[in-house]
């Protein structure tokens, strides 16, 4: 007999059925709560609420496990390619061979995108931030390719790729015009990842030079980006997809829900945060004091996480490609020390221990960013490329449900009771 959780609600007991997921996590289904008790439950944040059962991605917060499609992110860091990592994630197992290298000529045969559309570019001000004219632009692609409408497993997928194709070349082509520089086209001879550097940086004078280094680093970098379940943006993906709109559209939400500091925006607010330090060499005490102090809005960038409580496994492979990336680039960053400094002192003060905060993803990702060159700016549009293919892979998941419901929370109203209306002259 499967497992039941009683409740008694005014002297009546009811019971709820328990689902277990395949990693032993467990929850109360209380999908007819407020029919049998007429009571909801509350829960800001959603800290302890499961929106759906999901076999994309496992994260275990308090032992640092991340796994796609059960997959250690650590192995498929280390041999695999971003490409092939998006694959796992939106089919659901790795590609062979042959599925690999044809996945690999549609990205190219995508690259493009419509010449009207860089029109939209040079019309926004320079100094627009380039999360703002990505989530724009890429809503905006519904205009141009409408054949997401197309039911068929082909055309769903062709969509799929042209939306992990073209990102590339709209976050390159903004951060181009940004400069005033000349669009640089993708090239069918190159990688996915090296398709993406040539078109940021090569220049009529300079030939960008592949480096291999950074290349293999902007795969790990992607690989690392590319899913982590329920998250802020991935949540967003699904409520505004569950409404059945366009997935341009669903992704446009989920690129705006990632700017924000306190989601994927904190690796640009991380390198400000160190940057502040060391232009003031302000005491490495004296900054975790302030971000302890209650009464100071300072919080230490890129430290503490909703499920992580535990070193971020993502951190831990960041952080090893800094003592690699970085010397093999010759490159050296006093950021980085400030940044160990930081998690020294802050990882042995109770504060920090008591509740658990440890680095995230985004504490030492910028340093990997400024090795390869990627302006502070572009920082959380690398996390929105990394990402996409986790919020494809979920938005996909949500539309293969027949059963998929429309997101619609409910609340606690504690506003005024019923009351009439004054007319003006009476007020
Ligand atoms: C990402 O969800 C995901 O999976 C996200 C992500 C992904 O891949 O999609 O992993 C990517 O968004 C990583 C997180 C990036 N954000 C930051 O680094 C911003 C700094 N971190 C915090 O703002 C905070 O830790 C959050 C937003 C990440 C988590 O917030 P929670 O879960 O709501 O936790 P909380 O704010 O309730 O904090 C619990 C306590 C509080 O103290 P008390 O009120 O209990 O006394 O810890 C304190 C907080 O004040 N705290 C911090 C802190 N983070 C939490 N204190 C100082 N510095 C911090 N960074």
Redesign the pocket.
């Known amino acids: 007999m499967s497992e039941v959780v009683k409740m008694i609600i005014e002297g009546k007991t009811y019971e709820f059925p328990v689902i277990e997921g395949s990693e032993g996590e467990k929850a109360f289904d209380i999908t007819k709560l407020r029919q049998q008790t007429g009571y909801i439950t509350m829960d800001p944040?959603f800290?302890n609420t499961g929106s759906c059962t999901s076999a994309i991605t496992f994260?275990d917060g308090e032992k640092g496990i991340l796994r796609y499609r059960g997959i250690p992110v650590e192995q498929l860091a280390e041999h695999s390619s971003f490409v092939e990592t998006a694959y796992l994630l939106i089919n659901g197992r790795l590609p062979n061979k042959q599925e690999l290298t044809r996945t690999s000529v549609q990205l190219n045969d995508d690259s493009l995108i419509h010449e009207d559309m860089q029109i939209f570019y040079q019309n926004f001000p320079r100094r627009a931030h380039p999360m703002g004219i990505l989530s724009a632009m890429i809503n905006a692609l519904r205009s141009f390719y409408p054949e997401l409408e197309d039911t068929d497993p082909e055309g769903i997928n062709r969509t799929f790729l042209r939306l992990l194709s073209k990102i590339r070349t709209m976050a390159a082509m903004s951060y181009r015009i940004s400069r005033g520089h000349k669009v640089v086209y993708p090239r069918a001879d190159y990688s996915y990842c090296a398709n993406f550097l040539n078109m940021m940086f090569h220049s009529p004078v300079r030939p960008y030079e592949l480096d291999p280094d950074i290349v293999e680093a902007l795969n790990v970098f992607w690989i690392l980006?590319a899913?982590?379940?329920?998250?802020?943006?991935?949540a967003a993906v699904r409520v505004v997809g569950s409404g059945r709109v366009n997935l341009y559209a669903a992704i446009s939400a989920g690129i705006a829900a990632?700017w924000?500091?306190?989601?994927?925006?904190?690796?640009q607010?991380?390198i400000e945060m160190l940057t502040n330090i060391h232009k003031s060499g302000a005491d490495i005490e004296d900054v975790v004091r302030r971000?302890?102090d209650?009464d100071d809005p300072?919080?230490?960038?890129?430290?503490?996480?909703?499920?992580?409580k535990t070193y971020?496994p993502?951190a831990r492979i960041m952080k090893k490609m800094c003592d690699t990336v970085l010397p093999k680039l010759k490159v050296e960053d006093p950021l980085l020390d400030i940044a160990r400094r930081l998690e020294e002192v802050?990882l042995t003060d109770p504060?920090?221990i008591d509740?658990?905060?440890y680095p995230?993803?985004?504490?030492y990702s910028g340093i990997v960013l400024r090795a390869m060159g990627i302006p502070t700016e572009m920082f959380t549009v690398m996390?929105a490329i990394g990402?996409l293919p986790?919020w494809i892979s979920q938005w996909k998941e949500g539309a293969d449900d027949p059963n998929w419901k429309i997101s619609r929370p409910r609340q606690v109203y504690t506003g005024n009771i019923a009351t009439d209306y004054v007319p003006i002259n009476k007020r």
Request: net charge positive; with cysteine.
């Open positions: 944040g800290g994260m980006h899913d982590h379940e329920q998250n802020c943006s991935t990632l924000g500091p306190l989601h994927g925006g904190a690796n607010a991380v971000a302890k209650k300072f919080r230490l960038m890129g430290f503490g996480h909703r499920v992580y971020d993502r802050a504060y920090f509740k658990n905060l995230n993803v985004d504490f996390f990402r986790g």
